[in-house]
């Protein structure tokens, strides 16, 4: 079967409670504040389902991510991730996701937080959702 990628970027700066996110699909089916994205996407709004799926991913990952380091004290500047979502042409259905996230944290290390960021991937709301039907799910995490 033949397999396509889409992705999609989410920078979070900010407070996260007030919705400081910007969401944004790379075809730009999407810029938005993260309250009016997750709106649009619980209302499965735009006009293309799985880079929106893509985005809603890389948005719930960089709100889990910078939600968990700030819990433990590391306040992020900025956490931007991009989800390349694999799809089978003959479905469509996802096959694979590759998450690919970068942070500003002031006072951690790589180590740090890479540890954060696995610990992210495996407690995203989104992540869990679609980990039991993919063949994969990857990440790449770096400390700027």
Not at 2 to 31: C, I, N, P, Y
Not at 119 to 144: F, W
């Amino acid at each position: 079967m033949a397999e396509f990628q889409r992705g999609a970027t989410s920078t979070w700066r900010g407070d996260l409670k007030g919705g400081a996110g910007v969401v944004s699909t790379e075809s730009g089916v999407l810029q938005d504040t993260a309250i009016t994205f997750v709106s649009r996407f619980e209302n499965a709004g735009g006009s293309n389902p799985e880079e929106l799926l893509g985005a809603a991913h890389a948005a719930c990952y960089s709100m889990y991510l910078s939600a968990i380091l700030s819990a433990a004290g590391h306040v992020p500047d900025a956490v931007t991730t991009r989800a390349a979502v694999t799809l089978d042409a003959g479905g469509p259905k996802i096959t694979r996701i590759h998450l690919v996230t970068e942070g500003q944290v002031p006072g951690i290390d790589q180590a740090t937080f890479q540890q954060f960021a696995d610990d992210a991937k495996l407690g995203c709301p989104v992540s869990k959702v679609l980990a039991p039907g993919l063949e994969a799910m990857t990440l790449e995490a770096t400390l700027r």
